[in-house]
């Protein structure tokens, strides 16, 4: 039986007024919402004190073990408002699924499945108001996260541990349609080694990142590119998104798991090729392969794929080569593709309740 998250209501929410105001122009990731919900572990009692009650700030000890070895995971879902004003979540028990398997890669407790998705669902319901209206691609953004709050030095598992998602409305990704990114393909960083935490949702692989963002930056692109730990020179993923190809022969094609990040988009994507009469492949594909395909055709088009953006067309590439001089490559006529485009479009319709939820995957709240 999943638990309750019983339900304490802020005494202080925000008015209509400023809740529209806010609702107008969310942004991304800037502006909360009233409650948050939450529950505790610890070893002698296990998971304790399931709620939903008011945003507040936590008190932490300075020794709290996160603040020194970065036990910390997370997920990102989102809960979007039909038509007829109905409040869903996008394949929440996968997230939970994930959640779970990025705690057992960082040695904390794992939260029931069921409790995960009910602590998501229980938060919209009281948050509702808080979920846009479906004019553009708005959103309500779900952060369930974990970490050890256990007041100790010493490196093993904490015997302390604290769950809670927190909401945050979220604008449309592309303010005005749909544009291209740039990839940098980074020489210099790796995101994630075979046996390392790369296929965890941590925050200490975002930590990890920041310096290779920056890197792609000061090059002139959006984003960074990453290729295998091992010298390989195959494609990974750029470290929020995962990457997908589609070839001039039909075929959806992206790289298998292991290091990178399983993520819900990749997953429905592949789901999703046959209709759009494409195949899916996981294999490796190696920068090489993907320098000569695109130049020769063979590569049509080029996009990435999480939450936040659903599918975000790349339109080129930047790197260094063997002898430190650069390369540079356009995807196609340097524009979104065709099927990037109407896969985007497809995804989004399951989502906001326009199109047919054939596979099952949309959850209903309010
Ligand atoms: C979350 C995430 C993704 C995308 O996963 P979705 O479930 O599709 O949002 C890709 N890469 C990394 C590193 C991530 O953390």
């Known amino acids: 039986m999943s638990a309750e998250f019983a339900v304490v209501r802020s005494g202080r929410p925000a008015g209509a007024e400023e809740r529209a105001a806010i609702l107008a122009a969310p942004g991304f990731g800037q502006h909360f919402t009233d409650h948050m919900a939450a529950a505790t572990w610890t070893a002698e009692g296990g998971w304790e004190g399931h709620k939903v009650g008011p945003l507040e700030p936590y008190q932490l000890h300075p020794s709290a073990a996160v603040l020194h070895y970065a036990q910390e995971i997370f997920e990102g879902l989102k809960a979007y408002r039909h038509d007829d004003g109905s409040v869903w979540l996008f394949r929440p028990e996968v997230n939970a699924r994930r959640f779970a398997r990025s705690a057992r890669r960082l040695a904390l407790p794992v939260l029931p499945e069921d409790d995960f998705v009910t602590s998501v669902a229980t938060l919209v319901e009281v948050d509702e108001p808080w979920v846009p209206a479906p004019e553009g691609e708005e959103s309500l953004y ?18 302390r541990v604290e769950y809670a998602v927190i909401a945050s409305p979220a ?7 749909v544009t291209g990114v740039t990839l940098w393909v980074t020489s210099t960083y790796t995101r994630a080694a075979e046996g390392g935490t790369g296929a965890a949702k941590c925050g200490g692989n975002y930590a990890g990142s920041l310096a290779a963002q920056r890197e792609a930056a000061e090059h002139g692109c959006d984003q960074v590119l990453y290729l295998d730990s091992a010298g390989k020179g195959n494609l990974e993923e750029s470290g929020t998104m995962n990457l997908l190809l589609i070839t001039s022969d039909g075929r959806l094609v992206t790289p298998e798991l292991g290091t990178i990040l399983e993520g819900v988009t990749r997953d429905t994507l592949l789901a999703l090729a046959g209709e759009h009469g494409l195949t899916p ?11 000569a395909g695109v ?29 430190g001089e650069g390369y540079e490559f356009t995807v196609g006529d340097g524009s979104p593709g065709r099927k990037t485009v109407e896969l985007r479009e497809h995804v989004l319709d399951i989502q906001y309740g326009r199109a047919q939820d054939t596979h099952g995957w949309l959850h209903r709240v309010c």
Do not use: C, H, Q, W
């Not at 492949?281 to 320098?291: A, C, H, K, Q, T």
């Not at 020769?296 to 063997?322: C, L, W």
């Open 142 to 159: 779900l952060r369930p996260f974990m970490f050890a709050s256990e007041a100790f030095l010493g490196v093993r598992p904490a015997s």
């Open 171 to 177: 604008g449309p990704y592309f303010e005005s349609g």
């Open 281 to 291: 492949v996981e294999r490796s594909v190696s920068i090489g392969e993907l320098r």
């Open 295 to 323: 130049t020769d055709g063979t590569f049509v088009e080029v996009f990435a794929a999480g939450t936040a953006a659903v599918v975000t067309p790349i339109t080129g590439f930047k790197g260094e080569g063997g002898g």
